[in-house]
């Protein structure tokens, strides 16, 4: 099973609410990312996290908030976004350290 | 800091066609190379990874090929179908960060 799965599959908030997405894996992958991805863009980096722990942060705004309850989940929690965050939100595992990412489908978030 | 840059943006070919994606990179400080498919909306497929001590990787109709030294990879695709219509993004993992860097990618447009 190569499977990443994202929930939901399409989010809509406005700048006040507080939301989460939330993605997960059951390849047994001790690493896991965050990505964003602004139309015909490619994918920007936001945060990494490896063996549970977060290990980058790409100068990210601090009202995305990402946890790692456990190896297999990894969370992203939303709150007082701005239009401009709208976008499709990526996540990936893998094993750390340079091995292939697998990609989950994404959540497409419009904030109103 | 890593560029990767895809030539070219946008390619159209009549079905059947066999064509060459080209990815170049300026760091040869990287651990491998991968491929990704991005059809519109989704998440990215992986296609191929080559790791930096291959020259080559093989999948069905697909090759893709490395040349760490002078920062080159190609992706070949042979006998192309309409199926294979979607953006291809090369991304290296750098030895150092830990992340992958992305190219802006191709749109492929295989015409029936």
């Known amino acids: 099973d190569t499977e990443v799965t994202q929930t939901p599959k399409h989010l809509v908030m406005g700048m006040t609410n507080k939301k989460s997405l939330k993605c997960e894996q059951h390849?047994?992958?001790?690493?896991m990312y965050w990505y964003k991805q602004k139309a015909k863009k490619p994918p920007e980096l936001m945060f990494v996290?490896?063996?549970?722990?977060?290990?980058i942060n790409e100068s990210v705004p601090s009202r995305f908030s990402p946890e790692c309850p456990n190896s297999s989940l990894l969370n992203l929690h939303l709150h007082a976004l701005q239009p401009e965050d709208s976008a499709l939100y990526l996540c990936?595992?893998?094993?750390?350290?340079?091995?292939?990412?697998?990609f989950g489908p994404g959540t497409r978030l419009t904030v109103t | 800091k890593q560029e990767v840059t895809q030539i070219p943006a946008a390619l159209s070919v009549p079905e059947g066609e066999n064509l060459v994606l080209n990815c170049s990179f300026t760091?040869?400080?990287?651990?491998?190379l991968q491929w990704f498919r991005q059809d519109p909306g989704k998440g990215l497929t992986s296609l191929l990874l080559?790791?930096?001590?291959?020259r080559e990787q093989t999948s069905g109709r697909l090759n893709a090929s490395l040349d760490k030294s002078s920062g080159r990879s190609t992706l070949y695709i042979a006998a192309s179908q309409p199926g294979d219509s979607a953006t291809y993004l090369c991304?290296?993992?750098?030895?150092?960060?830990?992340?992958?860097?992305f190219g802006a990618g191709t749109i492929l447009r295989v015409k029936s």
């Open positions: 990936a595992s893998s094993q750390p350290s340079g091995y292939e990412q697998y």
């Open positions: 390849m047994g992958h001790r690493a």
């Open positions: 996290y490896s063996y549970e722990k977060l290990s």
């Open positions: 760091d040869s400080a990287i651990y491998n």
């Open positions: 080559i790791q930096s001590s291959q």
């Open positions: 991304a290296v993992f750098m030895e150092y960060g830990n992340k992958l860097v």
